[in-house]
């Protein structure tokens, strides 16, 4: 397994390989590795590729002032395990400094699917979200991207960005990994005492008990009860149409169910889409 620190080196190393014939996937993560990113190497592996490159980059202009960038978990010798073992062939370590240099000014902005849900509540996140996958698209230039549905409005503004934007590239969104208990894994899980992550199981309980053909205002209400009886602070939550985004009136398959809850001071989100 190849490790890249260096942007410049990572995208000679790739090209390389794309024109040796290689199929190449990529897997963007912020680090502190779970089964949820794993999975996501599983399914790049399924596809066919034969370079599996991640990137672990905790990308500090996708973070609000305030958020937790300082605190954000990392574990380099930790992740680097987890990929060799999940049969990654290169891991992309840069730096702040190396992906954003000095007088970096230009910026990737979706402006529709973004201004909603964490995107109104995180100003700028998915700018700096944006911005940072299309860098990686660059480097890399792979054939296929895999992300996964737990960031579900991030997947959809991906989608977006590569059609609108003509990248080359075949996006595969892959399905949320739980623990036992149904909490979405998050390496933001680390934030939780025993408590919280006691309290945090009505997230997956909650979502779970949304069925078509209710009325949204009434099951939304319902929601919201359940995860206040459960301690939680709502962020939001919200009943849209999964591909646009907006808002429905009908519970009806094709619909997804988002949300954001703070349990204590961590901010946890998950979903999902009624088939
Ligand atoms: P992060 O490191 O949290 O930025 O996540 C990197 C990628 O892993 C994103 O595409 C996430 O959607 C995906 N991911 C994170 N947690 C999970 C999970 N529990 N199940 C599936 N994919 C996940």
Known sequence: MRIFREPAKLQRWAKMRRLAGAKIA??????????GHLSLIARAKAAGAE??????????????????????????????????????TAVFFPTPQNMYREGHSVYVVEEDLSRGLCGARRPGHFRGVATVVAKLFNLVRPDVAVFGQKDYQQAQIIRRMVRDLNFDIKIIVAPIVRESSGLARSSRNTYLSETERLRAVAISRALASVAAGRSVAAERRRIVRMLEQAALKVDYVEMVDAETLRPVKKLAKGVAVLLAVYDGKTRLIDNRVLH
């Not at 990529?26 to 089964?35: D, F, I, Q």
């Not at 990308?59 to 937790?68: C, I, T, Y």
């Open 26 to 35: 990529l897997v963007p993560t912020m680090g502190y590795l779970h089964e």
């Open 51 to 88: 370079e599996i490159v991640v990137s672990v980059f905790v990308n500090p202009v996708q973070f609000g002032p305030g958020e937790d960038y300082e605190k954000y978990p990392r574990d380099e010798k930790a992740d680097l395990a987890k990929c060799r073992a999940a049969g990654a």
